[in-house]
């Protein structure tokens, strides 16, 4: 069974920083792995993942602040925050997926496996 288990959430001014961090147990192979965040009263939306290619991709709204990464081998993603705005709030959770998938990889639908999740405010 893989687990997932995010930190470094936490409360910030806008145009802080903060990193979240995103271990993972229970599985051997490799694992495609994303962040997602949902605000209150909105859907869970893609923030940013790494395809099979090894590819990032970004939510519009995050591209050029949020930098997606990872320690291959060991299935632990990270996610750089920088110059947080107020609507970056939410709860962040981290996604992997073991199979390939023709979805767009910002989308929730091919991912398995999910985190609790983790808060992120931020305070204008």
């Known amino acids: 069974q893989v687990q997932l288990v995010e930190s470094g959430g936490g409360s910030v001014q806008a145009g802080g920083s903060l990193r979240l961090s995103c271990a993972t147990s229970?599985?051997?192979?490799?694992?495609?792995m994303g962040w997602f965040r949902q605000a209150p009263g909105k859907e869970r939306g893609g923030v940013a993942a790494?395809?099979?290619?090894?590819?990032?991709e970004y939510a519009h709204s995050v591209k050029g602040r949020f930098t997606i990464s990872r320690v291959y081998g060991e299935n632990t993603l990270y996610l750089q925050m920088d110059s947080l705005k107020p609507e970056d709030t939410a709860m962040y959770y981290c996604?992997?997926?073991?199979?390939?998938?023709?979805?767009?990889?910002?989308?929730?639908?091919?991912?398995?496996?999910w985190g609790q999740g983790t808060q992120v405010t931020v305070s204008s």
């Open positions: 790494i395809g099979s290619s090894n590819n990032e």
């Open positions: 229970g599985y051997t192979g490799k694992l495609y």
């Open positions: 996604a992997a997926r073991a199979e390939v998938t023709p979805w767009s990889i910002l989308d929730t639908r091919p991912y398995n496996y």
